[in-house]
């Protein structure tokens, strides 16, 4: 697979496309548009507790870089929450180790073991799947 040094490993996409707030008397148009790769290094920092190094490492970027894009990922998150704006997700510079793919019958993301050869939805069990281009880069 061809990468560049601009690319970030994550583990998995996110299980979601984005999210919607709700209850609010005014909301935002404008949504927030959080990357892989931020998702990625919240998850890393703020939900698996690593330290910047240690996360940095698994995504194959230097500290810097992750602290960068740690910092990005919690302003758009914090700007989300208090705007009150939608948040909606994009694959950005990322690259998995895995192949994945989405449902469009009931919205799910799953990989494929490689020896299975008929690919159905794991949940739904749909033909209705089509893989995430999640090597290509549509951020910049
Ligand atoms: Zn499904």
New binding site residues.
Partial sequence: MPRNHRMRRIASPPRFSGFKPYGCHQHQEQAVVLLYEEYEAIKLADYKFMNHQEAAVLMGISRPTFARIYENARRKIALALVEAREITTETGNTYTEKKWFF??????RFTIPARISQHN??????D??APIAIHINTNK
Wanted: aromatic share 0%; glycine share 0%; charged share 5%.
């Fill in positions: 449902c469009e019958a009931c919205q799910t939805c794991p949940i739904c069990h749909t209705q799947i």
